[in-house]
């Protein structure tokens, strides 16, 4: 096996402590070939789509990527921006101020770098450049607060087949998930009361999480349960009665049953029981994207005004607002707990590579 070197690697480097955050990618640009590329590496992942492999490669070339890349093309355009598409500037702009919140704290032996999992910046490309940095500890944080195995442990694959190619490898740790966070937890209770105070309250508040096929909950995935243990302490949190709210899930795909209820039929269903305004909140998605602003802040919307209803408000994800950039801030700390930060000693790694270096023939 030929192993993979860091290729500006030194051995007279600072050792650093590297906090690599994660989101699921976007292509890279709005247009039929670049979501081919995109959706052929997101669905072939085997966590993505748990069907035997064959079967799937002839679904996935005969028929999907031969239809699907122009019709997510027409999508992506709607929520497309000079600066590329929103997951990927507030997932950049994340990292840029968790680096400024991290190194305020630790000084400049942390250093914070974003990756996708689909698409670019890639993971491989990242953690290269954080071990040519110098990084020997390495947390990775994925921005779902809820664990599925289609997402976080996929990322988690994603850092194995990188590692598995690496003569030396960093201390790793690694976030499954963080959905009972007191941080998240508030951070979420306060954008979704400031948007109460600058908008007023619905009738009903929905919160409506990215679905995956059932079987995957069947087959002990804990998604689903993690997606109602959220809702119940953010309603607990908001003081919420029953009648108050309830929880859905979006973007299924195919034939065979997700989790439900689904947000769509729920959206269609609503008006015809009396309730006439409704307000969206999406706790799993860590920054608006594709799923949030076109899916849920338009295509929902239609499906619910159509349907008889009479006010619909989509409340933002939070983004790279100052509390989200905190409790990420929170998350992190807590699990560099126990990691010394390396001094910034320079005379005493040379003294010490040379001691090394000179000890060989």
């Known amino acids: 096996m030929q192993y993979q070197n860091p290729t500006a690697f030194s051995h007279e480097q600072a050792d650093k402590v590297g906090v690599l955050i994660t989101n699921l990618g976007t292509p890279d640009a709005a247009d039929t070939p670049s979501l081919r590329r995109y959706l052929k590496q997101f ?5 993505v789509v748990e069907v035997p492999r064959l079967l799937w490669w002839l679904i996935l070339h005969g028929v999907i990527l031969r239809i699907r890349p122009r019709r997510s093309a027409h999508a992506y355009q709607q929520v497309w921006t000079e600066q590329g598409s929103p997951l990927l500037i507030y997932t950049r702009s994340q990292a840029e101020k968790l680096h400024q919140s991290l190194q305020a704290q630790w ?3 942390v250093v914070v770098r974003y990756a996708m999992r689909y698409g670019n910046p890639s993971i491989a490309s990242v953690v290269n450049e954080m071990l040519n940095e110098g990084v020997r500890k390495l947390l990775v944080l994925p921005l779902y607060p809820q664990y599925s195995a289609s997402t976080t442990a996929s990322t988690f ?11 030396w490898l960093p201390e790793l740790r690694f976030v499954t998930s963080y959905l009972d966070s007191d941080a998240y937890l508030d951070a979420m209770t306060e954008s979704i009361q400031q948007y109460w105070q600058q908008n007023g309250r619905a009738e009903k508040l929905i919160f409506s999480y990215h679905g995956v096929p059932l079987r ?9 349960c993690q997606c109602l243990k959220t809702t119940r302490l953010l309603a607990e949190k908001l003081d919420l ?8 899930f979006q973007s299924r795909f195919g034939r065979e049953p997700w989790l439900q209820p689904y947000t769509d039929e729920t959206l269609k269903a609503l008006p015809g029981q009396g309730v006439k305004s409704v307000q969206i909140v999406c706790p799993g998605f860590s920054s608006d994207c594709l799923e949030t602003i076109e899916e849920i802040g338009m295509e929902n919307r239609e499906y619910f ?3 008889g209803g009479e006010r619909y408000e989509y409340i933002p994800a939070l983004n790279d607002q100052p509390i989200h950039i905190d409790a990420l801030s929170q998350i992190i700390n807590q699990h560099l707990s126990g990691w010394e930060i ?5 005379a005493a790694r040379q003294k010490h590579y040379h001691a090394c270096s000179h000890n060989q023939p």
């Open 305 to 307: 005004m159509q349907a």
């Open 107 to 109: 000084g400049d032996q």
């Open 241 to 248: 009665k029953p009648n108050q709210y309830l929880t859905s």
């Open 342 to 346: 390396p001094a910034t000693d320079t």
């Open 43 to 47: 669905l072939s992942d085997p966590r």
């Open 216 to 224: 995957y909950l069947h087959n002990g995935d804990p998604y689903h």
């Open 157 to 167: 694959d994603a850092i194995a087949a990188d590692f598995s190619q690496r003569r």
